[in-house]
């Protein structure tokens, strides 16, 4: 079942990576370094005239950012990205000094934070595939799914796919990146392997989006807009700048306050978060669309690298593994730092090395993802609707703390700096728990004990849009 055709130094074989998002593509990438080919196996039709929406990536018609550290990971793996991300229409900003951002506590001030990087779904997705397939050695088969693994007898080793339709396609390694509907569990039970013991939060949120477009403003000195909601007020929403000339609001609200998705409601919606910012925005901007629902929020996490077995040559990756709620925006950073640990654990390995060392590399690619889980779990686990396990002292008296740091860098520097770091995942958590930053914390800064339902406008950024 092996392909040894090899006409690129060093590398040799044939790799599979099913599903052509942003983690399929990325890991393809990394994988035609190793392997003499490549096949990016995707269900969906692919658009091949520009940007456009598919049915598999169903949240991308709501607001998507890229942290500092995914966009620095994916210039180190495609050198020329975040210059043809630029040129496409993508936005790069300072966050929070280019936002209008109610935080949890109030409003944050020009202080500083981290890079991100706005764009719509459709736009990254095109742009990464289109520099991705600059590379000969990497094809598409698209408008096919895959319907499960081959394997050399034993079932201890992945020899390839099976396409619907009964079509074999052998490979020496195989990645799995098929998103949140991935059937790897199904296909490792149909081999004689356990399933993966699944963690499971879900705050039960939903956006609903809408894209606008917005009236020329002079006195308008933002960037982004984001009301935060939080526990005794869980309503919000983003307003962000798309590559196109329009802009796309994402209402944001957990469970009972789940945003509406109809005409007049939209906005209605807007008038009952903690501050008027987004509704005055919106009020007289012209909506381009209808709005749309989403409300596959869950944190879903699958823990394949807990698997006391594990067949050579096969690998998951990105969503199909761990997902995030959206409302954190780390989706696209974990694909990315899970395609740059890829990376780090196949170079300087042969094919055969490689696929033999597919248990360590589900391990490492997996770590990746512990930051984002831990900072999305432990705020969802804020509001008392959450299903999942229960917080335990010590995440409780964390939440506690990290309600002050967040208190603390809506106006301080020196806790700003950091924040914006962790969240970015640039730095671990520890960083906020070193002992001048603790001192800083407990020393400086309380929480209000009544803090407003309503927030006036910062200064910093002007008032309200004239009325009338």
Same mark, same amino acid.
């Given at each position: 079942?092996?392909?040894?055709?090899?006409?690129?130094?060093?590398?040799?074989?044939?790799?599979?990576?099913?599903?052509?998002?942003?983690?399929?593509l990325l890991a393809a990438r990394v994988l035609a370094a190793r392997f003499a080919r490549v096949t990016v196996v995707e269900r969906d039709e692919?658009?091949?005239?520009?940007?456009?929406?598919?049915?598999?990536?169903?949240?991308?018609?709501?607001?998507?950012?890229?942290?500092a550290r995914g966009l620095d990971t994916m210039e180190e793996l495609l050198p020329g990205i975040t210059r043809e991300l630029l040129a496409?229409?993508?936005?790069?900003?300072?966050?929070?000094?280019?936002f209008l951002w109610l935080s949890s506590a109030d409003w944050f001030g020009r202080v500083p934070g981290a890079r991100l990087l706005i764009a719509g779904r459709e736009l990254i997705d095109w742009t990464l595939r289109r520099e991705v397939l600059r590379d000969d050695r990497i094809r598409i088969r698209a408008g096919v799914p895959a319907d499960g693994l081959l394997t050399a007898p034993g079932g201890r080793t992945v020899t390839g796919v099976r396409l619907r339709g009964g079509e074999e396609l052998p490979a020496r390694f195989v990645v799995d990146a098929t998103g949140r509907g991935s059937r790897? *569990?199904?296909?490792?039970?149909? &081999? +004689?392997?356990? =399933?993966? %013991?699944?963690?499971?939060?879900?705050? @039960?949120?939903?956006?609903?989006?809408?894209?606008?477009?917005?009236?020329?403003?002079?006195?308008?000195?933002?960037?982004?807009?984001?009301?935060?909601?939080?526990?005794?007020?869980?309503?919000?929403?983003?307003?962000?700048?798309?590559?196109?000339?329009?802009?796309?609001a994402t209402l944001i609200g957990n469970g009972e306050h789940a945003p509406p998705t109809g005409d007049a409601e939209f906005l209605e919606y807007t008038r009952t978060l903690r501050s008027p910012a987004l509704y005055d925005a919106l009020r007289g901007a012209e909506p381009l669309s209808a709005p749309t629902g989403f409300?596959?929020?869950?944190?879903?996490?699958?823990?394949?690298?807990?698997?006391?077995?594990? *067949?050579?040559?096969?690998?998951? &990756? +990105?969503?199909? =593994?761990? %997902?995030?709620?959206?409302?954190?925006? @780390?989706?696209?950073?974990?694909?990315a730092l899970a395609?740059?640990?890829?990376?780090?654990?196949?170079?300087?390995?042969?094919?055969r090395e490689a696929a033999a060392a597919a248990r360590r590399i589900q391990t490492r690619t997996a770590a990746v993802a512990d930051t984002a889980w831990q900072i999305a779990t432990s705020e969802d686990m804020r509001y008392p609707g959450t299903e999942g396990p229960p917080a335990d002292r010590a995440t409780r008296?964390?939440?506690?703390?990290?309600?002050?740091?967040?208190?603390?860098?809506?106006?301080?520097?020196?806790?700003?700096?950091?924040?914006?770091?962790?969240?970015?995942?640039?730095?671990?958590?520890?960083t906020l728990l070193g002992p001048a930053t603790v001192v800083r914390v407990l020393s400086k800064w309380r929480l209000p004990s009544s803090p407003p339902m309503t927030a006036a406008y910062p200064a910093h950024h002007g008032g309200p849009p004239a009325r009338g």
């Open positions: 079942m092996d392909d040894d055709t090899d006409n690129h130094p060093g590398a040799d074989g044939h790799a599979l990576v099913l599903g052509g998002g942003l983690a399929g692919l658009p091949d005239t520009g940007p456009a929406f598919r049915r598999g990536v169903l949240q991308s018609r709501h607001v998507h950012v890229l942290w496409g229409g993508a936005s790069l900003l300072e966050s929070p000094r280019d790897a *569990p199904a296909w490792l039970t149909a &081999l +004689g392997l356990p =399933a993966p %013991r699944t963690t499971r939060y879900d705050s @039960h949120l939903g956006y609903s989006s809408r894209y606008y477009a917005l009236k020329p403003d002079p006195e308008r000195r933002w960037n982004g807009m984001y009301v935060q909601g939080r526990p005794d007020t869980p309503r919000g929403g983003v307003l962000v700048p798309l590559h196109d000339g329009r802009w796309l409300r596959s929020t869950a944190n879903e996490r699958r823990h394949f690298e807990r698997l006391d077995r594990w *067949p050579h040559g096969f690998v998951v &990756l +990105g969503d199909a =593994a761990c %997902r995030f709620n959206p409302v954190y925006g @780390h989706g696209m950073t974990v694909a395609a740059g640990a890829l990376a780090a654990a196949v170079r300087g390995l042969t094919p008296v964390l939440q506690h703390y990290m309600a002050r740091v967040i208190a603390g860098a809506n106006t301080d520097p020196a806790l700003s700096r950091p924040f914006f770091r962790v969240l970015s995942l640039s730095e671990p958590p520890e």
